[in-house]
């Protein structure tokens, strides 16, 4: 069973840009899911979808997260990444103070990762887009959510420095092998 290794920090921060070059690499990986809900979404006239039905939306992520974890574990390599996990879920809601249902703790619980690299914010390569709408300032605040919601169950969370997007990468697979052993 690969090692489960999650890639995570707030947005815009290169998270994305790492996956796609681990991809391009020959590592299995999982894709941020997101993107795809809130452009179908808007497909559908719903204009941001997290804010405005927060827990549709965060249990559409829960939901394909929850999936891809559990297709990770039928795979004979030695990792494999995922950008975002199912904290990130919950670290959302928590940072607009929204409740939600027992099972989204539950999931929590149930799915652990080997490996968290927190991407920090970074405002050099912040840029805003159709589906990231947060501001840089409230990026930072988001960031203080996910890493405060992954630490309940993985005390070790592993900070990315700023880099090249193959420095970044390059770290984190260092990282990855030295587990490994």
Known sequence: MP???VLTG????????????LLKDGFFCMEEISREIIKEAEELGKKNYFLSEPIVFS??????RIAQYQKSQHNNVD???????IPDVTAYLNHINCEFPEHFTQALETHIYDLVFVFPPWRAIYTNDN???ETYEESILI?????????????????????TPKERASFILKECY???L
Do not use: M
């Open 79 to 85: 990792f494999c990444f995922f950008d975002r996990g």
């Open 143 to 163: 960031d203080q959510s996910i890493v405060d919601e992954y630490k309940k169950k993985h005390p070790k969370v592993i900070y990315v420095p700023f880099g």
């Open 59 to 64: 249990q559409a992520i829960l939901d394909k």
């Open 10 to 21: 707030a947005p815009g921060t290169g998270k994305s840009t790492v996956i796609n070059l």
């Open 178 to 180: 030295a587990h490994k």
């Open 3 to 5: 090692l489960k290794i």
């Open 131 to 133: 589906e990231r709408f």
